[in-house]
């Protein structure tokens, strides 16, 4: 009888380390996920942080000022009857106005996230690519209103949106 308690107290014993050891195994992994998962959170916060600092609040200025000055250059090409030399240099005007808002605008966006840096780069490429097709395209007579809205101005807020869409649907 002596023997049969021995042999319960240290199978009770042993059960109670197990469970005690499995305890001790599952609090630190859920510690570990946890602190994990709160790092990934700091860092998510750190980086919307600096969208709003970084780009928000000092440079989104850069941003509708490029498209101001954009529309201005570009409504040089109602006029009716423009040369190749005059549309090329509104072009030249545009890819200068390009270049500035890559400096003053679009760079920044690299120290927050490549990705959305990379996602705005493509998007100005391809406003720059179509407007400069559109521009020297004989077949379009941008002087006509209509034709000129449809071709340039619609490409603009399309353009404009879609960039401040990404910065606005940034999560981190």
Partial sequence: MCEEINVLDVAFKSATILIALTNLIFAYLFFRSKNKREDADKEKDRKINWLKTLILDHN??????FFDELEKE???LKTPN????NKQKIDENNAELFIVVRRKFTDVLLIVDNEIYQETIV????LQGELTETIFNQGINLSHQPKFEEEILSRLSSTKTDVIKKIFNYRG
């Fill in 60 to 65: 989104l200025k850069h941003y509708y000022s």
């Fill in 74 to 76: 570009l409504n040089k």
């Fill in 82 to 85: 423009l040369t190749d030399l």
């Fill in 123 to 126: 998007l100005f490429d391809k």
